[in-house]
């Protein structure tokens, strides 16, 4: 028997890297999953791989419309909602004084807004069933590290890791759990672009006490321990999955700027 037999769970950036090693592992686990992604293909082509456990809905998560319709589809699909993972998100680097509003604004719009839709329509859903749940959120080590061409992506995965904490106070009394991950330099394709700059990996490696990068699958167990049942008095809180990084330095000079990131990129 899988931990999460019986359950439902609705994940968002679920057609590669953290969302689609998560939804393999939930679907492993006993869950049926609803997969949300803006890439129709790839998300219908993943969910197809896992099987009928698996639903793939397409939208974007700044669009409430598409996210309202997203737990709609999910709840008539599986019947009920119980997890959910609100994973789906961009970056792209810039400098404070060079920024272009349009592209502050759309980091922030799908990371944060995004994040604030999606817990939105999964806690109504939650709440009318009145049997509690698990909301899940993906946040960042940059929720409190700065890094230089990151304003944007900080200032959301920041306000990721309040917007959790406040969702856990107002949904407690509904027994719906609400917790972050934090993940570190994760090989996934949103990281892609800095992993080709020359000596990024290796000077995040040596900055990192166990010595390597991180996989989708380790990010993936820390959001099934938290949407499971061993996780019942778990709430309010932000889980770095970072290797140990958060308690060094990033590497000296580490600069966004000069690793040519200058456009937005998904999860």
């Not at 999964?122 to 899940?136: F, K, N, T, W, Y």
């Not at 993940?183 to 000596?199: L, Q, S, Y």
């Amino acid at each position: 028997m899988g931990v999460l037999d019986g359950k439902v769970a609705l994940i968002t950036g679920a057609a590669s890297g953290i969302g689609l090693a998560t939804s393999q592992l939930f679907a492993s686990e006993g869950a049926q999953v609803a997969m949300f992604d803006r890439n129709a293909d790839l998300v219908n082509e993943t969910a197809r791989e896992i099987g009928a456990s698996a639903l793939a809905i397409s939208g974007d998560v700044t669009d409430e419309a598409d996210v309202e319709a997203m737990v709609a589809s999910c709840v008539e699909r599986f019947g009920r909602l119980d997890i959910g993972f609100n994973n789906a998100g961009i970056a792209g680097a810039a400098a404070i004084h060079d920024h272009e509003l349009t592209h502050f604004q759309h980091v922030i719009d799908v990371c944060l807004t995004g994040v604030f839709l999606c817990l939105k329509h999964q806690s109504r859903q939650l709440v009318a069933q009145g049997e509690g749940g698990s909301l899940i959120n993906t946040a960042s080590i940059n929720a409190t590290q700065a890094t230089k061409g990151l304003g944007a992506y900080c200032s959301a995965k920041a306000g990721v890791a309040m917007l959790t904490k406040v969702s856990a106070l107002e949904l407690g009394e509904h027994g719906i759990r609400v917790n972050a991950v934090g993940p570190g330099h994760t090989k996934t394709p949103m990281t892609e672009r800095a992993r080709d700059v020359e000596g990024f990996d290796e000077a995040m490696i040596g900055a990192t006490p166990l010595e390597r990068l991180g996989e989708p699958s380790d990010i993936a167990q820390m959001v099934l321990y938290l949407g499971s049942d061993a996780s019942p008095w778990v709430s309010g809180q932000l889980f770095y999955v970072d290797g140990g990084i958060t308690v060094n330095e990033l590497p000296p000079g580490f600069n966004m700027l000069e690793s040519s990131l200058r456009r937005p990129r998904g999860d």
